[in-house]
């Protein structure tokens, strides 16, 4: 077990070291209380890559090498979706605490698999939801459990995006590795929908819609836009394209007595230079909020790194917990679901 007393570095192992990977590498690095003692890369390049980058680590081809390894403490899981549950499983049974990439499965049945392993092997699972930990998402959510907009009844995340990378060796597009194209990036934002719109109870149902602009590749869906409705009778829309430029994300959420306006923008979504700005009605008057810290998805890593540091040496919460991972899945196989029938489909 962690001693949550001690005050030495929380030790990380890396699995994965392609463009995320090295971003999570830096994140680790960047993070006083933590230290990065292993990585794990798959190919030639990666491996001499991770040797120049971190001369201090130990680095291995087999990942099964870095959970043997009795110094790392935490593994901080970034490949490909479809290899999601066997390095998880194999990092939970070798008693590692676990910080995995989004989706948390490409199944609902493996994320149900993962929690019953942590449970058994008394591991901490965290879901890379690192939108959660945003000063501008999470803002948002702190003023809606502020009541600043009364009862959520209505929330819009939209992104409007150039098309995926391809992945290493491909994989990205890929239906048989990949899963589905909603499980990659709307899994984000089904995510914060859930979250903001907690007041109005669990998701009940979804209907959703989608289309390619490959005609060779119907699968990869470009296109998808979804509707899901919860207990009290909120709903919020989930939408995305693929078939635009730079990366534009927006949030809009109503109550009974305000609302609530987000938006970021960046040349591609690892920058270090984007744009945002978030404003409110509180239904007499609009207004400007500031956000004091950068907000994008590097950052929000290097946020996701102290929250596990804060998590493990010091009893915080983590701030997306398997539980909520596996929503996240079911609303994305759902919506799939919905896509492939044309019908509602219910949770």
Known sequence: MIDSTSSTPL?????????????HADAISRTTGAELVAISARSEAS??????AYPDAAVYQDYQELLADDS???VDCVVPSFLHHEI????????????????????????????RIANDEERTLAVGHELRLSSMW???????????????????????????????????????RVGNWILEEPIHFFDLARWYMERSGDPVSVYATANSRQPEHPELQDNFSSIIHFEKGGYAVVSQTLSAFEHHQTVKVTGSKGALWASWSGAMDRTRHPTFSLRG????????????????ELFELEDQMAMMVAALRHGKPIACAAEDGRWSVAMCMAAQESVDSGAIVKF
Not at 94 to 108: F, I
Not at 155 to 160: P, T, Y
Not at 281 to 296: L, R, Y
């Open 281 to 296: 009605f509180n239904g007499s008057e609009v207004e400007d909020f500031k956000i004091d810290k950068m907000t994008g």
């Open 88 to 115: 998880a499983s194999a990092a939970l049974r070798a008693g590692k605490h676990l910080l995995l990439e989004k989706p948390m499965g490409v199944s609902v049945a493996e994320c149900d698999d993962l929690i």
């Open 11 to 23: 030790r990380f192992g890396l699995i994965g070291f392609g463009a995320w990977g090295k971003h």
């Open 138 to 176: 999470g803002k948002v959510k702190t003023l809606i459990e502020d009541d600043y907009l009364g009862q959520p009844q209505y929330a819009l995340v939209e992104l409007s995006r150039n098309p995926y990378r391809p992945g290493a060796d491909g994989w990205r597009y890929d239906i048989s």
């Open 47 to 52: 491996l001499n890559a991770a040797r120049e």
């Open 72 to 74: 790392v403490e935490v």
